[in-house]
């Protein structure tokens, strides 16, 4: 039975038309994989389905009846259709328990809320995701990837009879996006129609039945049988050409001295005695699963917990650093895994927020900046990353998840650091410019930038880093050299992990 049928819509924005006479249909009992470069309308899309954007021509019906939402989210709740953003909604000083019964919490007075419940239903949620966190525990205390997990149970917890999901294992290890594929089965088996977005074709691959493709704004493909479709099929119309497959040999390992040094490192985050180097040209990958403190140990040796033990070595010589723009002044750039909350100022141009590390360096000596100026210099990055912008002044909230992350990567690029940590790199990047982005990163290796590559993708990791430094429990359990055997490299990091020697 048809859930919900996407007909003929447009939707046009300020210099762009991001959808043009775009079709689809959701069947219950079904996962529908919506698919697309970065650009190509899919986020846009579902906005439009769940009435946070109006079309400006075609019709959207659930179950045969036309629906327009006056009052999204709330109403699309009511009407049975749950969402899972790419870009995540939750509020950060409330818990995790209110988060997840928020549009619930409204039918009640304050004084008759009982937290007891709300803690028990949230709870029960968080068990199906295997996610061991205290349903009272503030959102602004998790991990990226637990705040994804979080999103995704309040999804689950309206039991809505059509349910879209965003790009909602961006941030997910391999064994969690199997946990919450096994709850889409499940849901699948009881009737309930999924829209899934991803860019993860292996997954798409494993969890979906049929496909909606998107390029340029209009259906390359509508509703299709995925079992009828090989991989480069769907890869053809995503982008017009074959996927171009990595065969990276490995690299020799540079010889000079490193760039970067944590000797016995502690944070008040939580790293005890952690130890690693980055030499000039090498990519190090820092791998561990959801917890693991990767993240927290950039953050920290930027700054933004206290060095509690031990030395940053920048150079060869110990210094601290106390914030992001101290990092960047001794050459150390950072894109983090959290483009809308630290990487980016969303109200601000793509131009700016491009250049926003180089405006000191190109500011005249009475202080001022010409555009011009910095579009000299940051436009050719742009370009390499395939950025699509109407212009440079275009608002950057006003682009695609995908494409703010490239222009989160770029201004570092821009900035010419000589150490760059790049935290979760393809996020919400589509299979081209995932491969540019690889290509650029080796790149930038070659010549002479120290990269410091932290990922959740296991294939990423094996495609592009020298080295990968295993974490576990905010320690660094030991190094693995990568010669790009896969199963040999990624069965020596779980062993790791998992306390075993590797064979």
């Not at 006056?70 to 209110?98: D, I, K, M, T, Y």
């Not at 007075?109 to 968080?126: G, K, N, P, Q, T």
């Not at 997990?149 to 790009?167: C, F, M, N, P, Y």
């Not at 900046?369 to 742009?382: Q, S």
């Amino acid at each position: 039975m048809t859930a919900l049928h996407v007909s003929h819509v447009s939707k046009s924005f300020p210099g762009v038309k991001a959808l043009d006479d775009v079709s689809m249909t959701l069947t219950g009992g079904s996962v529908h994989a919506l698919l697309g470069e970065n650009g190509a309308g899919k986020s846009t899309l579902i906005k439009i389905m769940t009435g946070i954007h109006r079309a400006d021509a075609g019709e959207i019906t659930m179950e045969g009846r036309s629906v327009r939402f006056a009052n999204p989210p709330r109403q699309a709740a009511a009407g049975g259709l749950g969402v899972v953003h790419q870009e995540r909604n939750l509020v950060a000083r409330f818990s995790v328990a209110e988060n997840i019964m928020l549009d619930r919490l409204g039918r009640h007075s304050l004084s008759s809320v009982d937290y007891s419940a709300i803690a028990a239903e949230a709870r029960f949620w968080l068990k199906q995701l295997d996610l061991d966190i205290d349903p009272m525990m503030p959102v602004s205390r998790l991990s990226v990837a637990q705040m994804q997990l979080v999103e995704i149970g309040k999804a689950l917890s309206l039991k809505s009879r059509v349910l879209l999901l965003d790009e909602p294992t961006a941030s997910l290890t391999p064994s969690e996006a199997q946990v919450l594929f096994r709850i889409l089965r499940k849901l699948r088996d009881d009737g309930v129609a999924i829209g899934f977005v991803s860019h993860k074709l292996e997954e798409v691959f494993d969890i979906c039945d049929t496909v909606t493709v998107l390029r340029d704004g209009r259906n390359a493909c509508n509703s299709a049988e995925l079992k009828s479709l090989t991989r480069q099929d769907v890869v053809q119309m995503m982008i017009g050409r074959a996927e171009r497959i990595s065969k990276r040999a490995p690299r020799v390992a540079p010889q000079a001295a490193p760039f970067f040094e944590l000797k016995n490192y502690s944070s008040a985050a939580g790293h005890a005695a952690v130890s690693l180097s980055v030499r000039p040209g090498e990519i190090l990958g820092l791998y561990g699963l959801v917890g693991a403190g990767r993240s927290e140990l950039a953050k920290a040796v930027l700054g933004l917990s206290p060095q509690t033990g031990g030395d940053i070595i920048v150079g060869g010589k110990p210094v601290k650093i106390g914030s992001v723009a101290e990092g960047l002044a001794l050459g150390i750039g950072y894109v983090s895994e959290d483009r809308k909350g630290e990487g980016l100022i969303l109200l601000h141009s793509v131009l700016a927020n491009a250049g926003i590390t180089i405006w000191k360096k190109l500011a005249t000596s009475l202080g001022f900046l010409r555009d011009a100026t910095v579009a000299t210099k940051v436009g050719p990055v742009l370009r390499k990353l395939e950025v699509k912008t109407p212009s440079l002044d275009q608002t950057i909230g006003n682009l695609s998840g995908g494409n703010q992350q490239k222009v989160s990567v770029a201004k570092w690029i821009a900035a010419g650091v000589k150490l760059l940590i790049i935290d979760e790199p393809s996020v919400g990047i589509d299979i081209k410019t995932k491969a540019y982005l690889h290509d650029l990163i080796h790149e930038l290796a070659e010549s002479g930038t120290a990269v410091l590559l932290i990922t959740s993708d296991l294939t990423e990791m094996v495609d592009v880093a020298d080295r990968v430094a295993v974490m576990d429990g905010y320690k660094i359990r030991g190094m693995v050299e990568n010669d790009r055997n896969y199963e040999r490299v990624s069965t020596a990091i779980m062993a790791l992990i998992h306390g075993r020697k590797a064979a």
